[in-house]
């Protein structure tokens, strides 16, 4: 099993920057592919970005060029640095990790952006 604790939310001004993080434990050494997803309220759950382990990522539209995920395989800890944040990204943000298996969800954390 695995289990995933996000940090790193909080309240900021647009133009900000926050970082999140993602702590995993278990059996973290079969996780192939880990991710952000987001949900506003009363919108859908969306995808962020993604990186496997083998470092290549993947952005939504909406976030390229201003948010990076990265990720440090021996911490077992997934980041997502987010620059120039916008009143749009205020949403719960989640963790999620891939295994052969399964999916595996964090928490969440919430992150607001004021304008």
């Known amino acids: 099993q695995v289990q995933l604790v996000e940090s790193g939310g909080g309240l900021v001004q647009a133009g900000g920057s926050l970082r999140l993080s993602c702590t995993g434990s278990?059996?973290?050494?079969?996780?192939?592919?880990m991710g952000w997803y987001r949900q506003a309220p009363g919108k859908q759950r969306e995808l962020v970005a993604g990186i496997t382990s083998g470092g290549s990522t993947n952005y939504a539209d909406s976030v390229k060029g201003r948010f990076t995920i990265s990720r440090d395989n021996a911490k077992h800890t997934m980041y997502l640095q987010m620059n120039s944040l916008k009143p749009e990204d205020t949403a719960a943000y989640y963790c999620?990790?891939?295994?052969?298996?399964?999916?595996?969800w964090g928490q969440g954390t919430q992150v607001t952006v004021s304008s």
């Open positions: 999620s990790a891939l295994d052969d298996r399964a999916l595996y």
């Open positions: 278990g059996s973290m050494f079969s996780i192939n592919v």
